[in-house]
């Protein structure tokens, strides 16, 4: 018997489907098509937290007795280990522990992502998240909008994984080297807030543990679930670094910024100034890969079909300057 559905059956039964399931819907891990994490040496970033103020949280928050090598709150690490770029050497936060962030420049709102944090993950599916929260003046914060798609009914243990794609708007969601990126215009309309003067960012330890007394919720009322127990000194969030793509009065003349650099299928190219540009892409030898005539701004390029290498990608604006960019394809 032959059966003809409607698009709206079709879309229905998809969207019966993706609610039913619970299937991931934010995007994926490092060198997966459409992510958004952003490696630490990409030409995106213009700057990095200058000053870090850390508040400990408990090893273990449902029994704060607790100890490990003589301190019942994550001690590993400083401060100081949270500034500057990237590293693979953080600060451990703790349950429920913060940091406040700020910089030599205020953070403004531009086109796309305008920061990024840095954890440590081990790879993709160790994920230890945190809220991100910002304020203008130092006294009222705001936070992004964090959503977990993780279930919640059984708890992750202390080296369980989390699937990056139930994961939106909580730092944490890549791996060590790989930014989670945050764009300013989430939190338009907020009394209080400037956007083009972002002077502090706060992190904050979601705990992950399930338990009602302790549990932490995303912005849906959803608890929070992510590895837990950590009840070792280095529990918790662990902060590496805090990159900035947007920031006041910026020295650099550089117009284009990409990400991920390096990518693994997708790329993303934003213009600060905002204009439509010309694009040739050629590998090492001079030979042209890639001729895209008047692209639009923050568009994401699919260029899984290249080899691995290096590429440099001529950036030629309307007013006739031009920027050249190496990409680099794992």
């Known amino acids: 018997m032959k059966v003809i559905l409607n698009s709206a059956l079709i879309f229905g039964v998809i969207f019966i489907y993706f609610a039913s399931t619970g299937k991931a819907q934010f995007p994926p891990p490092v060198g997966r098509p459409g992510t958004t994490a952003i490696y630490k040496d990409s030409s995106a970033f213009i700057g990095w937290a200058t000053g870090c103020t850390v508040h400990r949280g408990y090893i273990k928050i449902s029994d704060t007795t607790l100890s490990f090598q003589g301190s019942n709150k994550a001690s590993y690490g400083l401060d100081t280990n949270a500034l500057g770029k990237a590293d693979d050497s953080p600060v451990s936060l703790g349950d429920g522990g913060y940091a406040i962030l700020?910089?030599?420049?205020?953070?403004?709102?531009?086109?796309?992502?305008?920061?990024?944090?840095?954890?440590?993950?081990?790879?993709?599916?160790?994920?230890?998240?945190?809220?991100?929260?910002?304020?203008?003046?130092?006294?009222?914060?705001?936070?992004?909008?964090?959503?977990?798609?993780?279930?919640?009914?059984?708890?992750?243990?202390?080296?369980?994984?989390?699937?990056?794609?139930?994961?939106?708007?909580?730092?944490?969601?890549?791996?060590?080297?790989?930014?989670?990126?945050?764009?300013?215009?989430?939190?338009?309309?907020?009394?209080?807030?400037?956007?083009?003067?972002?002077?502090?960012?706060?992190?904050?330890?979601?705990v992950g543990c399930i338990q009602t007394p302790y549990a932490t919720y995303d912005s849906r009322g959803h608890k929070v679930n992510d590895p837990w127990p950590t009840p070792f000194n280095t529990g918790g969030f662990d902060l590496d670094a805090v990159g900035v793509i947007h920031m006041a009065g910026n020295a650099s003349d550089d117009?284009?910024?990409?990400?991920?650099?390096?990518?693994?299928?997708?790329?993303?190219?934003?213009?600060?100034?905002?204009?439509?540009?010309?694009?040739?892409?050629?590998?090492?030898?001079?030979?042209?890969?890639?001729?895209?005539?008047?692209?639009?701004?923050?568009?994401?390029?699919?260029?899984?079909?290249?080899?691995?290498?290096?590429?440099?990608?001529?950036?030629?604006?309307?007013?006739?300057?031009?920027?050249?960019?190496?990409?680099?394809?794992?």
Request: no cysteine.
């Open 102 to 206: 700020t910089f030599d420049r205020p953070i403004v709102n531009g086109p796309g992502f305008d920061f990024a944090v840095f954890e440590n993950g081990l790879d993709s599916s160790f994920l230890e998240l945190a809220f991100v929260e910002v304020s203008s003046d130092g006294i009222n914060y705001f936070r992004f909008p964090a959503i977990s798609d993780t279930q919640d009914t059984l708890q992750i243990p202390t080296f369980g994984k989390v699937e990056a794609r139930k994961i939106n708007n909580l730092a944490g969601k890549y791996q060590a080297m790989f930014g989670t990126p945050f764009d300013l215009d989430t939190l338009k309309g907020n009394a209080g807030l400037d956007l083009d003067k972002i002077q502090y960012v706060k992190v904050m330890d979601v």
């Open 255 to 330: 117009q284009v910024f990409l990400y991920p650099n390096p990518f693994g299928e997708t790329i993303t190219i934003n213009i600060r100034n905002g204009k439509n540009y010309n694009l040739e892409l050629r590998d090492i030898s001079g030979n042209l890969i890639l001729n895209k005539m008047n692209i639009r701004n923050n568009t994401t390029l699919d260029l899984g079909y290249l080899p691995s290498g290096f590429f440099l990608g001529t950036f030629t604006f309307e007013d006739g300057t031009k920027e050249v960019k190496k990409i680099i394809k794992r």
